[in-house]
């Protein structure tokens, strides 16, 4: 077994550059809630008729052979895609240099979406989660290999169909990977209470103020959120990778159940980088190598709100950017071994948000610190973005705590016309 991890444990890093070219790149995966005005939940498949209409589309199938369930339209660079949830769509850009660039392509993708939404009569929030229709059966999008994973994994599952992340790639080099792993899970926490803005889901406020992430901690313990421990090598992140159950393989163009831990698949048919890749997308934690782009993709902040759309990607580039500063930042406050202390602040930043007692005193003053002065370093403009973390740091108020006072004010349909977003 340890021969197997240690080739693929090879082939995961012969994708990733032993340099990078200067500046540091960003590209992001943007989910968005779409709903009717009353904040019932919408429907994708009604956005690709009218994208296709624009042009230049490339249409892709989930059954391809059949052309019957359309789950992405792509218009040059950028993709429009179905997630697990049939009214969430997820917006991809292309990887950019900067913040600035993000912006530039961020804000033409999205126009587009939402004049595409409104040409059907749904609205886009600027939200984590969808604000009225609860997770069910019948919200999640028909692919085959999603009914295949809710057959495995149950009832959990279903929280996939309403919730919406800001999920951002940056470049990171060969020698980076396994501090990235590593460092940016330990700051889930202080990014979950920094970006939170699903505080209201199933028509009512919820327990969380990151119902996002808290209610995907039901997919089970290092499934989900932050890896247990650190990993001194790659080979050890991968072999707790393997170590885990394996829900879906692919085999004939068909998704089938596993169930076995990842490792059973390994003895028997050595180390498959494909099998492998598909086991490990099913491990949703919080920052997670992605060889595509060479890329470690952060995930636990929610979609942002319309007037802060960059507030989460800037935060993460800049932590990205900051990886052993970051590290030796926590070492010096939390000691040796951080991890259980952090791991037990995400719990309370997923339930309370900027109310959640600090790992330290000052301890996320000192990380949005850094994270400016990471910013400023590139040199590019790119610190006037994290101008809304610090705001909420001052005020601790997140956008979760303004939808909680719009539902307040006039219940989901206040969230609705308070956080859609405008073409």
């Keep these: 077994m340890g021969k197997a991890i240690e080739r693929l444990a090879e082939q995961v890093a012969g994708h990733f550059p032993l340099r990078r070219a200067s500046p540091r790149r960003i590209g992001r995966e943007a989910e ?20 296709v209409a624009e042009g230049g589309a490339r249409v892709t199938y989930d059954d391809p052979d059949r052309k019957h369930l359309i789950v992405r339209v792509d218009l040059g660079p950028v993709g429009y895609e179905v997630e697990v949830g049939r009214a969430t769509v997820e917006v991809v850009l292309p990887p950019v240099d900067d913040l600035v660039q993000l912006e530039a392509v961020s804000t033409a993708a999205i126009k587009r979406l939402v004049r595409a939404a409104g040409a059907r009569g ?16 019948g919200l999640m999008t028909p ?8 057959r495995t994994i149950g009832r959990p599952y279903l ?11 940056v470049d990171i080099t060969r020698a980076e990977l396994v501090d990235a792993i590593n460092v940016m899970n330990l700051l889930s926490g202080p990014i979950i209470a920094l970006t939170a803005n699903s505080s209201v889901y199933a028509g009512r406020p919820g327990r969380y103020i990151s119902g996002r992430e808290g209610l995907l901690a039901r997919l089970g313990d290092h499934r989900h959120g932050m890896t247990p421990r650190r990993f001194a090598t790659l080979e050890e992140f991968l072999a707790f990778i393997c170590g885990q159950t394996c829900y879906v393989l692919k085999r004939d163009r068909r998704y089938v159940q596993y169930r076995r831990p990842f490792t059973t698949y390994l003895a028997a048919n050595g180390p498959d980088l494909a099998a ?4 490990e997308h099913y491990m949703w934690n919080s920052a997670r190598p992605r060889i595509q782009h060479g890329t470690i993709e952060v995930r636990p902040a929610c979609q942002q709100p319309p007037d802060e759309p960059l507030a989460a990607a800037a935060l993460t580039l800049a932590l990205v950017e900051s990886l052993t500063e970051a590290w030796a930042f926590v070492r010096d406050r939390l000691g040796p071994d951080p991890w259980p202390v952090m791991a037990a602040y995400r ?17 996320l ?3 949005v610190g850094m994270a400016e002065d990471a910013l400023r370093r590139r040199g590019r403009g790119e610190a006037r973005y994290l101008q809304p973390i610090r705001h909420r740091l001052k005020t601790r108020l997140l956008p979760a705590d303004r939808a909680a006072a719009l539902f307040r004010k006039g219940g ?7 956080l859609a977003l405008q073409a």
């Design 32 to 51: 968005f809630p779409l709903v009717w005005p009353d904040g019932r939940a919408g429907d994708a498949s009604l956005l690709w008729e009218p994208l």
């Design 122 to 137: 749904m609205h886009v929030l600027g939200y984590g989660i969808q604000p009225r229709t609860p997770a069910s059966l």
């Design 143 to 150: 692919k085959q290999r999603y009914r295949v994973l809710h």
């Design 159 to 169: 929280h996939f169909t309403t919730t919406a992340s800001d999920q951002v790639h």
């Design 276 to 279: 492998y890749l598909l086991h």
């Design 347 to 363: 719990r309370d930043a997923a339930r309370n948000g900027l109310r959640a007692t600090e790992p330290a005193p000052g301890f």
């Design 365 to 367: 003053a000192g990380l």
């Design 412 to 418: 989901v349909t206040a969230i609705v016309n308070g």
